[in-house]
């Protein structure tokens, strides 16, 4: 690992975020698994067959696989990036060297549970996904977007002063306005653009609906997004 560091410039070791702890999920396979068969066989005692029961063993089971297959996932942080080790596969991943990040966030349950994803592209198209297998990824995520965010931005706004509409995937911004695919809301009909309920809703003047909606999950570099945005209105006269 300090060897793939060094050729790669990758700085000093910040810290590490390794799996989910396998036991623990081993714990709740079981324990769910037994909860799931006593409650069948009381059911049954009292004369009743309760058949959706019968899918949390397949569901609990496909669990304990999926967190098996991903007990050997492995991130290593440094200054100019990070190692992520998957098995035998190892991913180095510079700062300087991701083209676009996209952020997915579920929520798992009604008391704000929530599951992070991150899919990471170089400019090769290679693509590396981080998901909360890993213990703590959102605090994994936040150094990922924060460290991209502060070495594109710069970049976006140097194409977006020239002229040059920067690309989020449905949804760029330029000195005209907002896109959406092939429609244009010009600047001066911009109401705002906000983060409602995991999508980027735009909003246009004088209207109650949204002029577009997008999954937060479909909109790359979503921090520099909203920046251009917040640069794009405060150029004009009205958010003056």
């Not at 596969?89 to 991150?118: C, F, P």
């Not at 989020?168 to 906000?194: A, C, M, Y």
């Amino acid at each position: 690992m300090a060897q793939q560091a060094n050729i790669n410039a990758l700085g000093p070791f910040v810290r590490a975020f390794r799996p989910t702890n396998i036991w623990v999920a081993m714990g709740i396979t079981v324990g769910v698994l037994v909860l799931d068969i006593i409650l069948n066989y009381l059911i049954y005692l009292a004369g009743y067959i309760v058949y959706y029961l019968w899918i949390v063993p397949i569901l609990i089971i496909i669990y304990a696989v999926n967190a098996i297959r991903t007990n050997n996932h492995k991130a290593f942080l440094y200054q100019e990036g990070f190692i992520y080790t998957s098995g035998s596969q190892l991913n180095v991943i510079r700062w300087d060297r991701v083209e676009a990040v996209w952020m997915k966030i579920v929520r798992t349950s009604r008391y704000g549970s929530t599951r992070h994803t991150y899919t990471i592209k170089s400019p090769d198209g290679a693509q590396v996904v981080i998901s909360s297998h890993l213990k703590k990824v959102k605090e994994l995520g936040d150094v990922i977007m924060n460290e991209v965010t502060r070495r594109h931005l710069p970049l976006a706004r140097q194409a977006y002063a020239s002229g040059v509409p920067v690309s989020f995937g449905d949804l760029s911004v330029s000195l005209q306005g907002i896109g959406f695919r092939d429609k244009l809301l010009p600047w001066p009909e911009v109401k705002d653009v906000k983060l409602v309920n995991g999508s980027v809703q735009v909003k246009k003047q004088g209207s109650m609906l949204s002029w577009a909606t997008v999954d937060v999950a479909k909109v790359s570099n979503l921090p520099i997004l909203l920046q251009l945005v917040t640069d794009g209105l405060s150029a004009q006269p009205q958010y003056r």
